[in-house]
């Protein structure tokens, strides 16, 4: 199976290529820029291997939340390579994308969590939030619409998931000890986030990356569940593009 996927979510612009198992890919963090550096990447990734569009059986792509900028130019990337080539696309969550990346990181370090939650920089004094339990992540892109992504300051993040923590304990639902980690930029932001309740250990830098997306949208290609390109649509979460002073209109929202 031959799939690519592409991230520019983020500050990190990156293309991943999986011929018959077997990964390439281009990564490179620049503050701007990404529209030139793509379309190379996947340039190089396609001749290296000798393989043209159609020989592909999907792309996926980082569908956000993230910059903007940086989901609409994947989604648009992906939207005119699929069309061109007749070939169905897979979205994937920029934060599940964090997550998986955080799983193989707490991994190499000797840890198995049970849980990660993932706080990407929002900017504006906020966060792109959600909570990954270790044990749905490899189907995170065949359930990409389940995923409850939000955005909320630090003190909304923090008062949300005490509360989650205590409920679950008076419930008893926390019948076993779990093993929760924290990823994503957000942290890195927010240095207060790290206090969470409950969080073992937090990686701040780990940013999404092609390379866990292409793992994530491996599953929903392999059972059929890509998507028409003209589908292939950035997920904002956030509806404003700036803050606007309450004289002013209200913000457009982005379609």
Same mark, same amino acid.
């Given at each position: ?93 920029t934060l599940a994308a964090v997550a998986l990346r955080a799983l193989e990181t707490a991994r190499n370090d000797g840890l198995e969590p049970n849980e990660i939650w993932v706080c990407n920089d929002a900017r504006m004094g906020e ?10 992540? !490899?189907?995170? !892109? ?99 593009? !700036?803050?606007i002073p309450e004289c002013h209109s209200p913000a457009t929202r982005v379609v």
């Amino acid at each position: 199976m031959n799939v690519l996927a592409l991230d520019t979510s983020t500050e990190a612009c990156s293309a991943a290529l999986s011929v018959a198992g077997q990964l390439s890919v281009r990564e490179v963090e620049a503050p701007r820029g990404h529209a030139d550096l793509l379309l190379p990447m996947i340039d190089e990734l396609l001749d290296e291997a000798g393989l043209a569009l159609s020989n592909l059986q999907a792309i996926a792509f980082a569908r956000g939340p993230g910059s903007f900028t940086g989901v609409r130019l994947a989604a648009s990337v992906v939207q005119g390579l699929a069309f061109g080539a007749g070939l169905p696309v897979v979205p994937v969550s920029t934060l599940a994308a964090v997550a998986l990346r955080a799983l193989e990181t707490a991994r190499n370090d000797g840890l198995e969590p049970n849980e990660i939650w993932v706080c990407n920089d929002a900017r504006m004094g906020e966060v792109y939030h959600a909570v990954f339990a270790v044990s749905d992540l !490899a189907q995170a !892109a065949t359930h990409s619409g389940g995923v409850a992504e939000s955005v909320s300051s630090p003190r909304v993040v923090t008062e949300r998931w005490a509360e989650q923590t205590v409920a679950s304990t008076t419930a008893g639902v926390i019948a076993q000890p779990r093993l929760v980690i924290g990823a994503g930029h957000g942290y890195r932001a927010h240095p207060e986030l790290a206090a969470l309740p409950g969080l073992t250990k937090v990686y701040p830098d780990l940013l999404p990356r092609a390379r866990e997306v292409l793992a994530l949208a491996v599953p929903a290609v392999e059972a059929g569940l890509g998507i028409d390109p003209t589908q292939a649509v950035p997920i904002y979460v956030r509806d404003q593009v !700036a803050k606007i002073p309450e004289c002013h209109s209200p913000a457009t929202r982005v379609v």
